[in-house]
């Protein structure tokens, strides 16, 4: 039978695989590492299968208790499948299945769930702009990849490369979402990979020489500037490279300390997906000395004029300028950009640095999700945290390696 443990072990390969449990219950593996439950079964004397959710957003023991009430349908003359198939054409009936529903419940999650009403209006616009005069009546069971081709190259073909490139992201999200509340199978937009003219990418100020980055790491740590907070969190950045508003929002109740672990929430991420940082042994230090101090508190890093608010957005990068750092030399968002480089020049594999960077686009190596490549990650981010150790810690060249 299947345990917590040997389902965080499952690796993606090449081709799709199934692992059984019991009672016809199995775990589907996939090569994008999404893993799916399923309820195999005989009805009719015909074999028959059907999903129960994802890992880990249902857990074992919740698939499990699924399973018990498939097989009461069962034992009732009643085939699962069949009752999934009745819920679709009702839902079709209902009409709510369209393109243009399933983006107003997606949007009005994202309301409730607080993004800021300007990501809310350009998401918006973006879709009644380009996406709604063509495919806002369409079911998204039957919308493909070739009806959302010929969406984001409106965009594209009026010199709007960027406008295509975030529709495209969107309607991952909207398939993702369709798909968890049973009104579409799979999402067609990751077929669309590569078919747009490439994004030119904007790199942001950051240290590229290892000497330089160990000199940094060093003036860092003799940092004592505006508040504990604001030192905790120049020192947090980074061992964990999120994006700086990430890093400033954070909130006690996200970090799961039994699990090593910081779970940012949908609503503070770019794209509105859950995210999970694997925390290493010096990342938790740096949370364990600060709890004492901001831990009765909301916030993580409060403002030094209030704990009722967060570091305010300037907070790092003005400490990175009382260290001597130009805009032009380091930003906050650096820390970005130092890992991603010396994490691929060192070896490790880009899957997991692209996932641990929980870039926009879902699409750009597979698709995204908040648990992809965990275990792999896990073990990246400790070894990341001794690289840094030892840049900090030798001033010659080092070379690094996975």
């Known amino acids: 039978m299947l345990t917590d443990a ?7 390969r090449a081709r799709l695989y199934r692992v059984a449990d019991r009672d016809g219950l199995c775990i589907e593996v996939r090569p994008t590492g999404a893993r799916l439950w399923r309820f195999r079964y005989r009805f009719a004397g015909k074999a ?3 999903g129960l959710g994802e890992y ?3 857990g074992l023991q919740e698939a499990r208790k699924r399973v018990l009430t498939e097989r009461e349908r069962l034992a009732h003359g009643t085939d699962p499948a069949a009752v999934r198939r009745q819920l679709r054409h009702a839902k079709a009936i209902a009409g709510d299945d369209s393109l243009k529903s399933v983006a107003a419940e997606w949007i009005a999650k ?3 769930g607080g993004w800021s009403q300007a990501t809310i209006d350009k998401h918006t616009q973006r ?3 380009w996406a709604f005069p063509y495919l806002g009546k369409r079911a998204m069971r039957s919308i493909t990849a070739a009806d959302l081709l010929l969406v984001v190259q409106r965009p594209e073909n009026a010199s709007k490369i960027e406008t295509a490139h975030r529709l495209k992201q969107v309607f991952g999200s909207l398939f993702r979402y369709a798909i968890s509340t049973g009104r579409a199978d799979a999402d067609p937009s990751t077929a669309l990979r590569g078919a747009l003219v490439p994004l030119k990418v904007t790199h942001r100020a950051s ?3 290892p000497q330089a980055i160990g000199a940094m790491l060093r003036a860092i740590d003799g940092y004592s500037g505006r508040g504990t907070a604001a030192t905790a969190a120049l020192k947090l950045a980074p061992l964990v490279f999120v994006r700086p508003g990430e890093l400033r929002k954070a909130e006690w109740r996200e970090f799961e300390f039994k699990e090593s672990q910081w779970r940012i929430p949908a609503e503070r991420m770019k794209m509105g997906e859950q995210h999970l940082v694997p925390l290493s042994r010096q990342a938790l230090a740096i949370l364990r000395e600060l709890q004492p101090v901001t831990g009765a508190g909301r916030y993580v890093f409060p403002s030094i004029r209030t704990r009722t608010r967060p570091l305010s957005e300037n907070t790092i990068n003005a ?3 009382r260290l001597g750092y130009t805009k032009e030399e380091m930003t906050a968002h650096g820390f970005r950009s130092i890992a991603s480089t010396m994490l691929n020049e060192a070896g490790f594999n880009s899957d997991w640095i692209e996932a641990q960077l929980a870039h926009a686009d879902p699409t750009v190596r597979g698709d995204y999700n908040f648990a992809l490549y965990l275990p792999q990650r896990r073990k990246m981010m400790q070894a990341w945290a001794d690289m840094l150790d030892k840049l900090r810690d030798d001033r010659k060249v080092v070379k690094l390696r996975a």
């Open 6 to 12: 040997r389902l965080r072990a499952l690796k993606p």
């Open 48 to 50: 028959q299968m059907v």
């Open 56 to 58: 880990p957003v249902v």
């Open 110 to 112: 994202r309301t409730d």
């Open 127 to 129: 879709l009644e702009t």
């Open 207 to 209: 240290l590229k020489n």
């Open 319 to 321: 400490a990175l300028r």
